[in-house]
């Protein structure tokens, strides 16, 4: 992982006298400069997507402003479907209603 951070400090460091000239011609580079410098918050579901129940868990992560966020769905269809926040080094512990998902996003 420090390989990849490492490598993207490179481009956003070589790209930074254009942005610096022009930061609204490079708002993909902002949304990554944003991401890079923190904090940001991971959302991991899991749960077969036609599950009313894993819907209802996308639904409140969709129906929020939720700008540094990284969403990621592990496709299950055995498992109950469940979300879990993480924030830097720290994870909540899941839940699988959509009422406690809300909850933890604020």
Do not use: W
Request: proline fraction near 8%; hydrophobic fraction near 40%; include cysteine.
């Amino acid at each position: 992982r420090d390989g990849f951070s490492n490598r993207a400090n490179g481009i956003l460091q070589a790209f930074a006298p254009q942005v610096s000239s022009s930061p609204a011609s490079h708002a993909v580079l902002m949304m990554a400069l944003d991401l890079a410098i923190g904090p940001s918050t991971e959302i991991k579901i899991s749960g077969d997507r036609a599950d009313p129940r894993t819907r209802d868990l996308f639904s409140v992560v969709e129906g929020m402003y939720l700008p540094q966020a990284v969403v990621l769905h592990k496709p299950d269809k055995e498992a109950i479907p469940a979300a879990q926040v993480c924030s830097g080094s720290t994870c909540q512990a899941p839940v699988t209603e959509s009422n406690q998902l809300s909850s933890l996003l604020g």
